[in-house]
Nanobody
Framework: QIQLVESGGGSVQAGGSLRLSCDDSGYTAGPYAGVYMMGWFRQAPGKEREGVAAIDSDGRITYAESVKGRFAISKDNTDNILYLQMNSLKPEDTAMYYC???????????????????WGQGTQVTVSS
């Protein structure tokens, strides 16, 4: 059974940095010989959940325009951990951040939340001005 567990959230001042981690214990390989996509999403109070960054099994990486140049997604395939390095944080980055996984397929828009099968419980990121 796949479980995603996020960690690394916290409270920082604007301009600060955080690194989020997502441990996808239980995942070894999907039915298509290791095809997968993993992503970070966030949801602020009163807003819809939005894609932040995603990576797929071909190494393709996509970022939301609002985080380009500030955030970096990476995956440690040895330990099955997904990371999100967040630099130059802004108050508008404040949200609950979720890790997500689709272990069966890759789609064209890997930031589309409806294509993900597994979700973590989230980790809160709060950026003060």
């Amino acid at each position: 059974q796949i479980q995603l567990v996020e960690s690394g959230g916290g409270s920082v001042q604007a301009g600060g940095s955080l690194r989020l981690s997502c441990d996808d214990s239980g995942y070894t390989a999907g039915p298509y010989a290791g095809v997968y996509m993993m992503g970070w999403f966030r949801q602020a109070p009163g807003k819809e959940r939005e894609g932040v960054a995603a990576i797929d099994s071909d190494g393709r990486i996509t970022y939301a325009e609002s985080v380009k140049g500030r955030f970096a997604i990476s995956k440690d395939n040895t330990d099955n951990i997904l990371y999100l390095q967040m630099n130059s944080l802004k108050p508008e980055d404040t949200a609950m951040y979720y890790c997500a996984l689709n272990s069966e397929a890759v789609v064209d828009d890997i930031l589309e939340k409806t294509d993900y099968l597994y979700w973590g419980q989230g980790t809160q990121v709060t950026v003060s001005s």
